[in-house]
């Protein structure tokens, strides 16, 4: 064999490792990314089981996946959203209003159906006779409906106290503490480093640390 072809060999051979090794990394990459979010998905369903232990969490299956994605879409932390669904309902699926709210984060199936077009179709509940809460008692479109609506508020009031004000109280905002009640949920969530919040409280300074700085 000539120089020149083995010179051409000894490329293909080194291309052909460096791309094995870049798909290998992919791979890895992946691997590691699925099992991050599987530990995410399980640390949220503990949450949800300890705050609420009668909630069956074979109707939270596949929940965790939807929040955290629709909270991106609406630049929202998921933990953020995950503190109002324990304000709204405290995690009870099932959970039924005085106005006819359903479902986990208490959607009226009237303000669920002006997002039909967006989100999809949906099944309404039948509250009368044979009981049946349709798929707003499902916390995966709970969550869909809600983040919508959540969005289209954002949209006209970007600040997150304003949208979580009308969200509960309507445009009128009739119910102001109700932002202060999910704000309170929310700091309680922040302190679960397993949920991976968005926004993370500042580490404690250890008492000569913080003596230090203030001299």
Do not use: W
């Amino acid at each position: 064999m000539s120089r020149y072809g083995k010179a051409v060999l000894v490329l293909a051979f080194a291309l052909a490792v460096a791309v094995g090794g870049l798909i290998l990394t992919r791979q890895v990459i992946a691997v590691a990314g699925e099992a991050d979010a599987e530990r995410l998905s399980r640390a949220i369903l503990e949450y949800i089981a300890e705050k609420n232990p009668r909630a069956p969490i074979r109707a939270f299956q596949k929940f965790p996946e939807v929040l955290i994605a629709e909270a991106q879409r609406a630049n929202i932390d998921h933990c953020l959203v995950l503190a109002q669904a324990e304000v709204e309902s405290e995690f009870r699926h099932d959970a039924v209003g005085r106005a006819g709210e359903i479902g986990l984060f208490q959607m009226l199936p009237s303000t669920a159906t002006l997002f039909e077009s967006t989100v999809g179709p949906f099944r309404r509940p039948v509250l009368k006779g044979q009981r049946d809460l349709g798929d707003l008692a499902d916390p995966r479109v709970s969550a869909r409906f809600a983040l919508a609506y959540l969005r289209d508020i954002m949209s006209r009031k970007p600040s997150i106290k304003d949208a979580l004000t009308e969200y509960n109280g309507g445009p009128a905002g009739r119910h102001p503490y109700y932002y202060r009640m999910v704000m309170g949920a929310y700091v309680e969530v922040l302190e679960r480093s397993e949920l991976r919040c968005r926004l993370q409280p500042a580490p404690k300074r250890l008492p000569v640390l913080a003596f230090l700085t203030r001299v």
